[in-house]
């Protein structure tokens, strides 16, 4: 069973950054990839960000690429979301979560985080 805590969200204005962290726990970090996801109110959760477990590759959605840069630290059992540019519509609660397929984790990952809000004023 793996846990994961999301962290970093917050009300930020249009234009600004944050950053969200995800740190994992009750697994071997390192043999999963991990991604990020996000829902938004009234719509259903979509795909953000994914990066496999050496950290050699990421996928974006096309709503962020160029915008938001997702990143791991195995040795903190952590990966990362840079979110730059934020724009109303990034404005969802964003969950963390693992699985140990690449490809899994991009569509039905087997562990998810309970969520963090992030906002995002105009």
């Known amino acids: 069973q793996v846990n994961l805590v999301e962290s970093g969200g917050g009300l930020v204005q249009a234009g600004g950054s944050l950053r969200l962290s995800c740190t994992a726990s009750g697994g071997t970090f390192s043999n999963y990839a991990m991604g990020w996801f996000r829902q938004a109110p009234g719509q259903e959760r979509e795909f953000v960000a994914c990066?496999?477990?050496?950290?050699?590759?990421?996928y974006y959605a096309n709503t962020v690429k160029g915008r938001f840069t997702i990143s791991r630290d195995n040795a903190k059992n952590t990966v990362y979301l840079q979110m730059n540019v934020l724009k109303p519509e990034d404005t969802a609660v964003y969950y963390c979560?693992?699985?140990?397929?690449?490809?899994?984790?991009?569509?039905?990952?087997?562990?998810w985080g309970q969520g963090t809000q992030v906002t995002v004023s105009s």
């Open positions: 990066i496999s477990d050496n950290g050699g590759t990421s």
């Open positions: 979560a693992a699985d140990l397929l690449v490809s899994s984790v991009k569509v039905l990952p087997d562990y």
